[in-house]
T-cell receptor
């Protein structure tokens, strides 16, 4: 069945460092891809998404490109801040499915130190 | 506008007891989803309501779990009797009735069964 694999955490970075969180997927058809973020004490929030191959999702300085050839959707940010400390989840919905029927990765905890 | 709200935020119960979790979706959202994250694992889909009807309950782990959405508004998820492996964070999400619309998540209910 469909699945998402993301890099294990925790990831600890210094402020202004470059961030990459790897995410690969297995899916039939043409899934939509998402990154969700959970800040401490809060619920999941959609960070960015891409619905077709070569699309780039971006928000708050984060970017991810839908790479069908490598089945990947890696999350990047050029300069992280302390406020980016959170748990990041990569997810997909099967092609044509509702955006609520999500398949998640295990999550990657990011800690950014001043 | 209020977001998705979940009650309680935390619950600690003994094995064999009953617990009921509640989710109030965003007003006007026909779709309501329940998810669960067991410690260290992926967030897993449990079920999907469209208004008061169960659209997909393929993720429900067993018959100790009962979800309802009377009147198509708020939803409850009852666990009876609770087992140790039911511990985790239970998330609720809602979205509008149209396809390809974003799902908004609540803060989750952390359930601990001792």
């Amino acid at each position: 069945g469909d699945s998402v694999t993301q890099m294990e955490g925790p990831v600890t970075l210094s402020e202004e460092a470059f961030l990459t969180i790897n995410c690969t997927y297995t899916a039939t058809g043409y899934p939509s891809l998402f990154w969700y973020v959970q800040y401490p004490g809060e619920g999941l929030q959609l960070l960015l998404k891409a619905t077709k191959a070569d699309d780039k999702g971006s928000n708050k300085g984060f970017e991810a490109t839908y790479r069908k050839e490598t089945t990947s959707f890696h999350l990047e940010k050029g300069s992280v801040q302390v406020s980016d400390s959170a748990v990041y989840f990569c997810a997909l919905t099967p092609g044509g499915g509702s955006q609520g029927n999500l398949i998640f990765g295990k999550g990657t905890k990011l800690s950014v130190k001043p | 506008e209020a977001g998705v709200t979940q009650f309680p935020s935390h619950s600690v119960i003994e094995k064999g007891q009953t617990v009921t979790l509640r989710c109030d979706p965003i007003s006007g959202h026909d779709n309501l989803y329940w998810y669960r994250r067991v410690m260290g694992k992926e967030i897993k889909f449990l079920l999907h309501f469209v208004k008061e009807s169960k659209q997909d309950e393929s993720g429900m782990p067993n018959n100790r779990f009962l979800a309802e959405r009377t009147g198509g508004t708020y939803s409850t998820l009852k666990v009876q009797p609770a087992e140790l492996e039911d511990s985790g964070v239970y998330f609720c999400a809602s979205s509008l009735g149209r396809r390809n619309t974003e799902a908004f998540f609540g803060q989750g209910t952390r359930l601990t069964v001792v």
